[in-house]
């Protein structure tokens, strides 16, 4: 079976984590945002950071984004 994610996608994610350690890891559009507390959120920002550089790594599934589908709420018709 064929790797998910390139080893160069790991590296980037490996460096976000070591700097979340360090409490130099910091959120938000070009780094204005607060220091990064969660490892979870600096191994986004990594992947993140791995897809902008072109590496092989999976889109985000519409499960990790923020959007979610509306059920229609169309009446049926009553058959009589």
Known sequence: ???????????????AVHKEKRGQLKSGKGG????V?????????GLSEARAKGKKV????AKSSKKSKKKSTKRKKKSS
């Open 37 to 45: 507390k969660s490892r979870k959120q600096a191994i986004a920002i």
């Open 32 to 35: 204005k945002g607060g220091t």
């Open 58 to 61: 999976p889109k985000k599934t």
């Open 1 to 15: 079976m064929a790797r998910k994610y390139s080893k160069n996608a790991g590296k980037d994610v490996e460096r």
